[in-house]
């Protein structure tokens, strides 16, 4: 297996991490503390850790609508994205993006584009500047099963394909986009097969299992970084929760429901971590205690934060 | 008589006219799911159950494809109503609706026609920057498509239905704020009274929303109510604002509004997209130019600034135009 136990245990704080600041924000944004719209990634934290565990920080990343985990998971302090999500100056946009333009540049994250597919081709153009910069970078796009039935991702994939680019296509497979199951939209069984379209590898993972998810990461970077080109990777997974804020999800199949809500990552990484005698009940609690202590903290940053002025809305229109 | 919210009014002129006629059909993402929204704003709640999934088509989300696919039906005699969610997706849309949409009946000298409706959602609710313009302007510039902008549900029932049964490419925008969703409290009440009996609203009526003799302001959508509460204060200051809608851009209802400018002899046009190249900017250069003498006063455009929306309420508030700017622009106008 060859992860060392303290690489395991950070990924699996991380995901505690960010399973329970999504709890936090869901309750906060209910209860009319936070403005906007959310659109939340439990169920899915094995994906951003599994990934981000392989980048450096001067790597890059896109995300979409979806993108406090992939914030949480590529180094965008917790307290800028609260901030951010309360609309405040410290937050990582200084207010002016919101929970779907998450995101610090610092720590390789560009804000997150909310167009789905949007963020495909500027991680393709990223990856470009690499290569043409002769910079040992990469790029990561992550996207949704729905994002693979736009132009842009067909388009990025072929261009990062003809030109070798340093990236990896990350596309979470969570069976739905918005309402719409996967099924309906689309006749392949794997988005990985769409790879073959563009002559590079297509692989699909199972993305509640953070373990494999990281292991896929870790071929498919190193491939990237020798000048290998790119790697579509499929993973499976699915959100706990709605769509977005209120979203009910009717339009799902309780079974099928079930199913997946029994494949929970973070119960199945407790269970691994403990069978392999690198956890302990007793420093889960530790872990989950500190993370919450983390989040309040947090919390009260944020909240303490200075609103922007109206006027701001003219500050950083040009460079 | 039956109040009805714009959600309300737009999913009765399509159920109607989809009973009328059976070459009309609806195309967009997640409209017709089962336990589903009925889109983004639930106007096609429901609709699935009557007209079945051929009709109520739901799509991947790929928008250059809705477009161009809505195109392709339109030309061999079906009718139609695509959508977009959010008016910032329309973008990956353009191709298809300005290359083709717009161009395929003058190039083809007059043999083809494309009957379709390209539902649009705009206008600022909170949402950050890419779920926020206001669109129209764009499609203003482009011969061969219509431009329509209903403020309220009767207006749009009626303008809806006019759309489909239209034979050019229609651009149908409806603000978010607008439709009376439940739920949102920053919504507007746009219900209006809608009658049993079939109405059309035809293109190119302007509707004059309140009578004055001081100053006309024009707007659209969501600002017809900002200028409608802020005219109530202006009336306080001794004021008279003759407030116009157009409800289409193109076609635009010329008359009306040179009838009231010469009337007024103060004009002032007010619209929630930014202020540079907007439809306003054409409205004011109209006005100047067929009414200048008539004018008392240089007129004013009250319109977003030259930025992308922001996230955080405070700045969001700051940049949609409001009650008080409207106020002092007509203040200006009128040497105040
Ligand atoms: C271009 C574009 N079309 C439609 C939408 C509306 N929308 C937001 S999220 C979403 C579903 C996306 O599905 P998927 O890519 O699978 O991501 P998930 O929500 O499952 O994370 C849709 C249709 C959008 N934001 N952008
Ligand atoms: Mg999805």
Redesign the interface.
Known sequence: MGIPGDKLIKMYRKMILIRNFEDRVHRLFLSGEM???IHLYQGQEAVAVGVCANLRKEDVITSTHRPHGHAIAKGVPVKSIMAELF??TTGC?K???????MGDIEVGMVPA?????GGIPVATGMALAFKMKRLDRVAVSFFGD??S????FHEAINMGSIWDLPLIYVCENNLY????HVS???KLKDIAERASSYGIPGIVVDGNDVISVYKAAKEAIERARKGEGPTLIECKTYRRGGHSR??PG???DKKEEGIWLAKDPISRMHKNLIKMGILTEEKGKGIENEVKARIDEAIEFAQKSP????????KD?FA | MRRLTVAEALREAIREEMRRDSTVFCIGEDIGIKGGWGGAFTVSLGLSEEFGHLRILDTPISELGIAGVAVGAALMGMRPIADVEYGDFIFLAMDQLINNAAKLRYMSAGKLKVPMVMRIPVGASGRGAQHAQSVESYFIHVPGLKVVCPSNAYDAKGLLKTAIRDDNPVMFFEHKLLYGAKGRRENVDARAEVPQEEYLIPFGVADIKRRGSHVTIIATLRMVYTVVSAAEKLKDEGISVEIIDPRTLIPLDKDTILKSVRKTNHAVIVHEDNLTGGWGAEMAAFISSEAFDYLDAPLKRVCAPDTPVPFAPVMENYWVPGEADVIRAVREVMGG
Request: aromatic share 4%; proline share 7%.
């Open positions: 403005p906007g719209t609309a405040k946009c207010g002016k993006g919101g929970s779907m333009h584009i909310a167009i789905v597919g729905g994002a039935n736009e132009g842009a986009g918005a309402s719409t309906k939209v689309m209120s979203d009717q339009y799902r609103s922007p002025k109206p006027e701001d809305v003219f229109v």
